[in-house]
Every structure is written in C-alpha cells, then in structure tokens.
C-alpha cells in the first residue's frame, strides 16, 4: 500500500492557513491533518468547522479532520457541512462508537477511530469491520512536537494482523513524533497514512522533508506467507 502524508496544520502558521496548506500540497502531501481540540478531552482548544469551512474554499485537498474532543456525535455534523472528507474521533470520548461511524457515512464521509497509547487494540476489535481507518497514536493527544511512544510499534503490529486477518479493508494512520527515523519503524509494521506535524511545518525544504517521512516504499508479505516460514 502507498504511504500517504497527511500533514498536521497544528503546527503551522494560523495567520497564514491558506499559504500554508499550498506549501504542503505543492510539497506532495496527500491529506491535510486538522486537529481540534475542545479544551477537555485534551488541555488545549484549537480549530472549529468555521474554520475548516473557510479553508475548504482555498484548498481542494483531502480534509482529515481529527476530533480530540468529548462528545464526538454532537460535532459530527458540523464539520461533515464545513467540508471534511474523513472524520475521525476518539473511542475514550465515544459511548456509541459504531453508532458514531454510521453518523460519519450516512453523511458521506469517511469514517476513522483514534486510540490514545494507553489504550487496547481490543477496544476497536468490534470496529475494525465498519470503519475506513484507525488512528493509532503514538503521543499522547493534545500538543504538536512531542516525543514518538515506541511501545506503540507492537500495538499498530497487531492491528495490522487484526485487519489482515478480517479480511476487510481499513487503514492505519500514526500520528506523534513522526519524522523521517520514526516513518521507517512505522512504516515497517504496517501504518500507511503518516500524520507529521513539527517534522514538516518546522522544516527549511518542507518539500523534501515530506519526501523523507514517505521514505521507500515498504512491501509486506501476506499473512499466508508468513504462516509458511
Ligand atoms: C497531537 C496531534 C497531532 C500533532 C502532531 O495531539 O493530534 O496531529 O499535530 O504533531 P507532531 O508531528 O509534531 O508530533
Ligand atoms: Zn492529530
């Protein structure tokens, strides 16, 4: 599978979204990662659906929307009119998570889990079927430019061979302290949509620096194959 970069805009300048956003995709970048944070679920509060609304009439890119926010149903909405193309929201935050996804495709728009490093690939087991993607992170949410959790490396291992061996189609985004060394080890478990923030705002060649985190592309054996070693 192709690995997709999807630049997080948390660290980007908020005076200058629109010129930012172009910088990214003229860089190569397949996605635009839009955090927002309410201020409960996570200490800080960052971007609304006003503002996704206004960056969806400069940009024809794909919206990633990540919502670090409690009460997840109630938003859904708003950000799906405003223009997100995948929603994503958290499992922690959700007390009918299935029913939230159904919400998310009933509007049109692609649906994703997120799960914080504290919690278990056995909370999204249920989920995995239905949904197009799990975001594994691997930083606690909340603030951009923190240190990659390696102990997540196993978790987004497993869930790898929980998709493969489910037969369905779902894919994995990492998001925390990825940058060109982290892609690699990423990468090589199975994530194929890779959130950077710091790595790529922060960058002198942002275009280049999204080259790095793609890295060369990956090729996984088969469950199958590996059952014959
Ligand atoms: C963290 C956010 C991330 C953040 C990543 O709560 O969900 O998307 O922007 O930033 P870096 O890549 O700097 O760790
Ligand atoms: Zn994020």
């Not at 996570?42 to 400069?58: D, M, N, Q, Y």
Request: proline share 2%; charged share 25%; with cysteine.
């Amino acid at each position: 599978m192709a690995t997709i970069i999807a630049p997080s805009i948390l660290s980007a300048d908020f005076a200058n979204l629109e010129s930012e956003l172009k910088k990214v995709t003229d860089g190569g970048a397949e996605y635009i990662h839009i955090d927002v944070m309410d201020g409960t679920f996570v200490p800080e509060i960052t971007i609304g659906a006003g503002v996704v609304k206004s960056l969806r009439k400069v940009s024809n890119a794909f919206f990633d929307v990540h919502l670090m926010v409690e009460h997840p149903e109630t938003q859904i909405k708003s950000f799906a009119d405003a223009g997100a193309d995948l929603i994503t929201f958290h499992v922690e935050a959700a007390k009918h998570a299935h029913r939230i996804i159904q919400q998310i495709h009933e509007l049109g728009k692609k649906a994703g889990v997120a799960l914080n490093p504290g919690t278990s690939i056995s909370m999204i087991e249920e989920l995995v079927e239905d949904a197009d993607l799990i975001l594994v992170m691997t930083v606690n949410p909340g603030y951009g430019g923190q240190k990659f959790i390696e102990s997540q490396l196993g978790k987004i291992h497993m869930l790898y061979h929980m998709i493969e061996e489910m037969e369905t189609d779902c894919d994995i985004e990492v998001d925390g302290g990825i940058n060109a060394e982290t892609s690699k080890l990423v990468r090589e478990v199975g994530a194929n949509i890779l959130v950077a923030g710091s790595a790529i705002f922060g960058a002198a060649d942002i275009a280049q620096a999204i080259k790095d985190i793609r890295g060369k592309e990956i090729i996984h054996h088969h469950h199958d194959e590996d059952d014959e070693e």
